[in-house]
């Protein structure tokens, strides 16, 4: 197969993946505000889209090796155009919640399932800038997400079916490429084994877990939470359509440099830093909330630094997980992640609520900042070992 198509094509899927998934985040947390959901419930509702994929990394190997790459693509793909084909019959907060919970498991599939296939095919030295072309490809997705949402003000239904059309579009794709399997792995998969996996992925590439756990924090709070927080600070909805995807445009502009640049450089001094700037940016917006252009400029170059995580916390765990553990690997950075976004709209939620809508920013800043001091920490721990 060409590698060039293949990998043309799968960055297609996973920018209309990141268009549904951020267009759906803010559109919902609107449509909630302006039906006075309180900021806690609100933030509980979002959780459900990465309690969908948590669930889903359960299953996802096993059904990788049965079907292959493409079959689980097109399952997943599937799954995400019926759901949001559904959310504008049905006007139910309990029902939206179910739906939610399908696009989560119908994104964890095409996620897995993609970037499985990337850290198979692609060599080590390459790596790095490949992951950041397809993290790329999700945050320009996700950076025009938000203004997708902006057709609500139309209709209510209008954003939901243009983004189920694109998503249609984009996965007639996937009948283009050859199915492919994994490498055969010894044994029977089964749930005991995955979990067998999880727990000797983790022993070895634990730290690599942290950044799709931090990027899935940051993601999902942003797109969530940011909504309630700045519309209660009188900013408007069209100030937010701009303020968000800057964050994106800032990630986009520099992933793959940044990615280039891991490829020459260890990856783990390179996170440190970024995460390090990462968190003082946002303590930053802290001070400017108000201000729509500087908030864009604080989100831009939030984005460039830390906007990459996902993309190079994959290349790391590629870098320091044995080949029979990338299977795992790969569903414990999607588990991560997963875990980030679940817990990202709650604290961030309990947060507005509780402090009156203030220090929203400081706590987003101060957890990034403490992802850099454990990274440091590993860094020179590491290096002592190898001293002795």
């Known amino acids: 197969m060409n590698q060039k198509k293949l990998i043309a094509v799968l960055t297609i899927i996973v920018s209309i993946s990141g268009l549904s998934q951020g267009m759906l985040l803010p559109l919902i947390a609107y449509i909630f505000e302006q039906d006075n959901v309180p900021s806690h419930i609100n933030g509980l509702h979002a959780t459900s889209l990465y309690i969908g994929m948590f669930g889903a990394s359960l299953f996802l190997e096993r059904l990788l090796r049965k079907f292959g790459y493409r079959s689980l693509i097109i399952m997943g793909g599937l799954l995400v155009f019926l759901s949001l084909m559904m959310f504008p019959a049905f006007d139910s907060m309990t029902f939206w919640f179910i739906l939610r919970i399908l ?11 993609t970037q499985s296939w990337l850290t198979e095919i692609v060599p080590r030295h390459k790596l790095g800038r490949t992951m950041a072309v397809y993290g790329l490809s999700f945050s320009l997705g996700f950076m025009l997400g938000p203004m997708l949402a902006q ?16 998503t249609l579009c984009a996965f007639l794709l996937v009948l283009t490429l050859k199915n492919s399997y994994p490498p055969a792995n010894q044994g029977t998969i089964s749930l005991k084994s995955t979990f ?8 070895v590439s634990w730290i690599a877990f942290l950044f799709p756990l931090i990027f899935g924090v940051i993601e999902s709070t942003l797109n969530s939470n940011f909504p309630v927080f700045a519309l209660n600070h009188q900013l408007t909805l069209d100030d937010i ?3 968000l995807p800057s964050f994106s445009l800032g990630a986009i502009l520099l992933q793959v440099p940044i990615g280039s640049l891991t490829d020459k450089y260890q990856r783990s001094h390179v996170m440190a830093v970024l995460t390090l700037l990462g968190g003082l940016t946002f303590i930053s917006a802290d001070l400017f909330i108000a201000n729509r252009w500087l908030m864009i400029l604080i989100f831009f170059l939030a984005g460039i630094f830390v906007g990459s995580l996902y993309s190079l916390g994959v290349s790391y765990m ?10 795992a690997g790969n569903l414990m950075c999607g588990i991560a992640y997963s875990i980030g976004s679940i817990s990202g709209p709650i604290a961030g939620g309990l947060v507005i609520h509780y402090s009156n809508n203030q220090f929203y920013f ?24 190898i001293s002795a």
């Open 151 to 166: 057709l609500v003000t139309y209709n209510t239904a209008l954003p939901f079916l243009v983004s189920a059309g694109m």
């Open 196 to 203: 067998s996996n999880f727990g000797r992925v983790i022993y």
């Open 103 to 113: 696009i989560g498991v119908g994104d964890n599939a095409l996620h897995f399932s």
């Open 241 to 243: 359509t701009w303020i």
């Open 362 to 385: 400081v706590i987003v800043g101060l957890i990034i900042m403490m992802t850099s001091a454990v990274t440091f920490l590993f860094i020179k721990k590491s290096a002592g070992r």
């Open 318 to 327: 590629a870098d320091i997980t044995p080949g029979a553990l990338l299977p």
